[in-house]
């Protein structure tokens, strides 16, 4: 499945859409997590333990939505959109596209 932020596909044509395709991903982070990121916070650096819960929340969505795609019978999703919130001590990502049919691939 090819997964674009792009309107289209360069040098091929669209010949069916499907419509909307969504996936959502809603993860709680780890109170130790928490704490330790908030210290990190203080004097400086990355987050690694956030950054993973987000690499991980963005596959998530990204997967559901290419589920709902191939459900659908396309082979490409086109102007994708990721979505990311933070609800409480709770993460949530959001991915959203076009599913749509593209020739010759």
């Known amino acids: 499945m090819l997964v674009l932020t792009t309107p289209s596909m360069e040098g091929n044509k669209i010949i069916r859409y499907h419509g909307l395709v969504t996936g959502e991903a809603i993860l709680g982070a780890n109170i ?55 609800i409480g001590n709770m993460l949530m990502v959001t991915a959203s596209g076009t599913a749509v049919v593209i020739e010759g691939i």
Do not use: H, P
Not at 54 to 81: F, P, W
């Open 32 to 86: 130790f997590r928490d704490f330790f990121a908030g210290i990190r916070d203080v004097v400086g650096g990355r987050s690694a333990a956030y950054e993973i819960e987000l690499r991980r929340a963005k596959n998530l969505a990204v997967e559901e939505m290419t589920d709902q795609a191939l459900a659908l019978g396309a082979n490409a999703i086109v102007s994708v959109d990721l979505d990311y919130e933070c």
